[in-house]
């Protein structure tokens, strides 16, 4: 598995979506971003904790 985004993409990524109003459950974004939750549950230890690492709770 080839992982094409860094950390800081990963976060200004969530950041973007919560911008842009999308959903930011995790089923949601794992079918709608596969790319994004491989990336981020690569960095982080969760899908939770790549969120608050963004500033998002």
Do not use: C, T
Not at 1 to 8: H, K, L, N, Q
Not at 21 to 46: I, N, T
């Amino acid at each position: 598995m080839e992982i094409d985004m860094s950390a800081d993409d990963v976060i200004n990524s969530i950041n973007q979506l919560h911008s842009d109003g999308q959903a930011l459950a995790k089923k949601k974004v794992k079918k709608s971003h596969p790319e994004l939750m491989r990336s981020a549950l690569h960095y982080f230890p969760s899908w939770e904790h790549a969120m608050k690492e963004s500033g998002i709770e």
